[in-house]
């Protein structure tokens, strides 16, 4: 087999398995088959699986008109006849090293970054193997407990390598660390900007050659003391094009829009996950998160220097273990920078018109283009937008969101499932507040018992008390499993569609108002 001789590229990751919630999907389908030896045949069920979960979508489903209505209709299911019907009628024509053309190799397709990452393990004829993080971000996800997947992906990030395994590219660095080693010499200097790194200047990380920060710190520096941060995309991309040792000629293998804008908004949202880095400016630079002070200068000392391996097996173990030390620093909690205390700042940091047009794009399943809102995930985007449309327009209300913030008051990660998600308070009554994504069944299942759970608590505590849930549509179990709690316990929640709510907010509402509304 002719070997593709390597060379210096940008970073992307994958454009497969973007979203943290489809990588936690996709490790749920493979760990039903923990421990089998990875066959052909092994390989057919995970892809009968995944059709069946609707995480993978054929071209063949989309013109079919009965296949498409059970796949937008989030309760149908396909039959095991239309899952096999599906696969026959969707050849792969893809072919992937080691793996068979067809299916199989679209099965590696989809999971080789998460195998990247050490989340999971295969090889043909071997056990599939589920890691120790893998494990972790599994009961993340049972659990819905954002703090472990948030842990999961720290403890995978920083240890990535460029040149793994893998991936086999001349680029030799450990992208994340580089990110916070360049950070802290620009924070040392006083001739720069205590901002930290322009978005713009995160080409610089993507396309750098060596795991040296102070070549890309004297990089940034020299180019502000140029133009300050008056530079055209232009110039940064010419500049990216010198480190990679790419030819004009070659220029169209990586379009501006890729080195300066897509894949440096995949980076920032994967820095996210971390939960260390912050965004300043509104979106214009990325920062320490100071609350995790503790972890980053960790990761600097124990992680600026790392072992290279040969082996992909040798780096997946590498990358699969749990550095315990790490993931139990405890985050520096700061009183004056809460969820409550810093969304005033947002709620007037944001017109009505964008709060709006954002909820409307979570309820049609669309992309945020907005620089600060596209780096949050959805359902704690939902949480936010919630809470700052409470703020701008209900009136005489305390808002009490219960997403954790880091140091700027941007949401990290959204609230556990021991919260509720927010609490709003009048001088009679209190509001629970609480949010899905979801559409299909698992509305009703996953959402509506623990509404009830955290509204008798409250109830306990004030008689005035009722639950507000909203999502983009509303199941019609949810709606009935309402009613049925209001006639079983007299518990009031008002079920709202993301449409519904936004007329209710621009009503001027209050809490007593919402309740007459439409309380079941």
């Not at 599906?86 to 992937?96: M, R």
């Not at 120790?132 to 990030?157: K, V």
Request: charged share 30%; net charge negative; with cysteine.
């Amino acid at each position: 087999m002719r070997v593709r001789k390597q060379e210096y590229k940008p970073l992307l990751f994958t454009t497969t398995v973007r979203n943290p919630e489809r990588i936690k999907a996709f490790i749920k389908v493979i760990a039903n088959y923990n421990n089998k030896i990875l066959t052909n045949e092994i390989i057919m069920r995970i892809v009968k699986d995944m059709i069946a979960g609707k995480y993978y979508y054929t071209m063949y489903e989309k013109s079919n008109p009965e296949l498409n209505a059970i796949y937008i209709d989030s309760d149908a299911i396909f039959s095991d006849e239309q899952i096999d019907d599906i696969i026959e009628n969707s050849p792969q024509d893809h072919k992937e090293a080691g793996f068979d053309k067809g299916w199989p190799s679209r099965f590696d397709t989809w999971y080789k970054f998460i195998k990247e990452l050490g989340f999971i393990y295969y090889e043909m004829n071997k056990p599939i193997e589920i890691s120790e993080t893998g494990n972790l971000l599994l009961a993340a996800e049972l659990n819905e407990n954002p703090e472990l997947e948030e842990q999961a992906f720290l403890n995978a990030l920083v240890k990535y390598q460029r040149n793994n395994p893998f991936r086999r590219v001349l680029n030799e660095n450990a992208p994340f660390t580089l990110v916070l080693e360049v950070l802290k010499l620009i924070k040392k200097d006083p001739d720069m900007s205590n901002a930290g790194i322009n978005i713009r200047e995160i080409p610089f990380f993507l396309c750098a050659r060596n795991n040296n920060p102070q070549t890309i710190y004297e990089q940034i520096k020299e180019v502000r003391n140029k133009y300050g941060f008056t530079y055209s995309d232009e110039i940064i991309y010419e500049l990216c094009f010198e480190e990679l040792g790419v030819s004009k000629e070659k220029e169209n293998r990586f379009k501006i829009t890729n080195i300066m804008k897509e894949m440096p908004d995949e980076f920032v949202r994967k820095l996210r996950l971390t939960g260390l880095i912050t965004i300043r400016g509104y979106g214009q630079f990325i920062d320490f998160n100071s609350t995790e002070l503790d972890k980053i200068n960790y990761i600097i000392e124990n992680y600026s220097d790392y072992s290279k391996y040969e082996n992909e097996y040798d780096y997946y173990l590498y990358m699969s273990k749990i550095d315990t030390k790490l993931i139990n620093i405890q985050t520096n909690e700061r009183q004056d920078v809460t969820a409550e205390s810093t969304l005033e700042k947002w709620a007037e940091y944001f017109e009505w018109n964008v709060i709006k047009e954002e909820l409307q794009i979570l309820a049609n399943n669309g992309k945020s283009k907005d620089t600060v809102l596209k780096i949050i995930n959805g359902p704690t985007r939902l949480e936010f937008l919630i809470s700052i449309a409470i703020k701008k327009t209900f009136e005489n209300v305390t808002v009490k969101p219960n997403y954790t913030v880091d140091d700027e008051g941007l949401p990290r990660r959204h609230a556990s499932g021991g919260l509720p998600d927010i609490e709003c308070y009048d001088n009679k009554y209190n509001s629970l507040f609480e949010v899905t994504l979801l559409t299909g069944t698992q509305q009703n299942i996953r959402e509506m018992p623990s509404i009830c759970r955290h509204l008798r608590d409250q109830v306990l505590r004030n008689i005035n008390s009722f639950s507000v849930f909203i999502a983009p549509t509303l199941h019609n179990d949810s709606i009935e499993y309402a009613k049925f709690i209001k006639f079983k316990d007299n518990l009031d929640i008002v079920p709202l569609s993301i449409n519904e709510f936004i007329a209710t907010a621009e009503m001027n509402s209050n809490l007593e108002k919402l309740l007459l509304l439409k309380s079941c």
